[in-house]
């Protein structure tokens, strides 16, 4: 048998010899069996079979931005090979790619109360709204009409007198100890005062310490209270926010301040026992503080 390659024509020639296809041709597969039997003896080529897949490349992408103008590269993105690969080894690239970031855009000029679907823009913008602390708020359905609106923002507060002075030793029974002005905001508040008070007395006085809001001569209500001792030297009075007598969550709108009015807590000892003796009160700040504390509602 001879084997002759003829490398100009891309082609084997077999002389003397039989080639047989004994298992046909699988063309789904691309295997086959062929076997050439020379002139006094047997030969065949081995099988060919699928090898296995190769290992699945890396690739890896890196942006990068640019300033507006500057050149972009040609191509872009741009290849770069780090490892070709090879038998049982993963090619790996890298391609970055190139692109422009916004340019600046020019100063707005609009305000949000002029806005045609800002319902009280209008008015608010005639008024202070950074004084009262006004924030946009979406109101749904149920609340008004709904549509982004301009809301007072609710924020609690903590106010004091500017003085106490102590009273002297005498038989009167109220005294005004101090006053806590409270101004005008565009919500609900709840007040809850707070105070401590030395208070020297006689064997048979009693002295409280009572906070009002609103002038107590003139309608105004309780809303806090210490309970005095009987006696020279009484422990000192501790003051605690709240209402004479409720049923039990009854005073959910008791003490309240309501929007757009301004109130004065008015801090005051009385003697309760049925006494004529004399008695005395201490000063800011080594016997006597007073605060009051509001909470929007």
């Known amino acids: 048998m001879a084997v002759i390659v003829d490398e100009a024509a891309g082609t084997i020639s077999f002389t003397d010899c039989t080639i047989t296809f004994p298992y046909g041709f699988s063309v789904s597969s691309g295997v086959g069996t062929i076997i050439i039997t020379p002139a006094g003896g047997v030969a065949s080529f081995p099988l060919a079979i699928q090898g296995a897949s ?16 500057d050149p972009l590269p040609d191509p872009n993105p741009v290849r770069t090979v780090i490892n070709p690969g090879g038998p049982g080894e993963a090619a790996e690239y890298q391609y970055d790619l190139y692109y422009h970031q916004g340019r600046q855009g020019d100063a707005a000029s609009f305000k949000f109360l002029d806005a045609d679907d800002l319902a009280n823009g ?11 602390g006004y ?19 609710k924020r609690g507060d903590i106010r004091g007198p500017s003085k106490i002075d102590p009273t002297p030793w005498s038989n009167t029974g109220i005294r005004l100890l101090t ?30 310490l009572i906070a009002y809001l609103g002038n107590p001569d003139d309608g105004g209500i309780e809303i806090g209270r210490a309970f005095g001792q009987a006696g020279a ?10 209402p004479p007598a409720t049923t039990p969550g009854g005073n959910a709108g008791y003490g309240i301040v309501a929007a757009g009015a301004a109130a004065t807590v008015y801090f005051r000892a009385e003697q309760k026992a049925s006494s004529s003796n004399n008695w005395a009160t201490a000063g800011a ?13």
């Open 233 to 242: 030297a009484p422990p000192p009075l501790v003051l605690s926010g709240g």
């Open 285 to 297: 700040p080594d016997g006597a503080r007073c605060g009051v504390v509001t909470v929007a509602v």
């Open 54 to 69: 190769g290992l699945p490349p890396l690739i890896r992408f890196v942006a990068h931005e640019l300033p507006p103008g």
């Open 122 to 132: 209008e008015a608010l913008a005639e008024g202070d709204v950074t004084k009262d």
């Open 179 to 208: 006053s806590v002005t409270l101004e005008v905001k565009p919500f609900d508040r709840k007040v809850l005062p707070t105070g401590s008070l030395v208070v020297t007395g006689s064997a048979d006085t009693r002295v409280d």
């Open 135 to 153: 924030v946009l708020s979406y109101a749904y359905p149920g609340t008004g009409e709904p549509g982004v609106v301009f809301v007072p923002q």
